[in-house]
């Protein structure tokens, strides 16, 4: 059973997996919900499509790919995460994406966001220069799906910790009880 907390409690979550108010106002107030499941369709469902507008306050939040994030908020430590598998010693690679990521931001005025859990940085270097080739509005509706996939991954994780920390209440109280409850 997973505890899925409501409320402000809720929405603090959500605007650590996406920082639009918007979007984690519609998921919030739909709580409470049964399931995980539940909740990341909500969330799905809310953040498709996001609008110009939410992709450009979303993309505050967001480090440059190969760089580490500042601060220790629980966003940031989900990029740090996130970005674990684009660490190297190549430093050729490195360069290239530092070199890709300038050009980038010249060209769309913004930081290059892909998800890069689960990719290399070769992946992420030629998807990287695959996207400098589109036009704006292309890639402006790449960014906000980037996004969203961003926000129910990083939403699966509180969800799994969620339930972790649900087991465990659940194992503690039931060991606190007395033998003859049992």
């Known amino acids: 059973m997973t505890t899925i907390p409501v409320g402000e409690e809720l929405r603090t979550a959500l605007l650590a997996c996406l920082a639009v108010p918007r979007w984690a106002d519609a998921v919030s107030v739909r709580a409470p919900f049964a399931s995980a499941a539940d909740l990341i369709e909500a969330a799905r469902a809310a953040a498709t499509p996001l609008p110009r507008s939410e992709i450009d306050e979303a993309m505050a939040e967001h480090p440059r790919i190969g760089e580490k994030p500042a601060g220790d908020s629980q966003a940031a430590g989900f990029s740090r995460a996130e970005q674990a598998s684009v660490d190297s010693d190549d430093a050729e690679l490195a ?22 859990a689960g990719r290399s940085r070769r992946e992420i270097l030629a998807e990287l220069r695959r996207r400098l080739t589109l036009d704006d509005n292309t890639e402006a509706a790449i960014v906000g799906s980037e996004l969203r996939d961003i926000a129910l991954l990083r939403l699966g994780v509180l969800a799994r910790q969620w339930q972790d920390d649900s087991v465990q209440k659940t194992e503690a109280t039931d060991s606190a009880a007395p033998r003859d409850a049992r």
């Not at 931001?105 to 890069?116: G, N, S």
């Open 95 to 116: 360069a290239a994406i530092a070199d890709g990521n300038r050009i980038y931001e010249e060209r769309f005025d913004r930081v290059f966001l892909i998800r890069a």
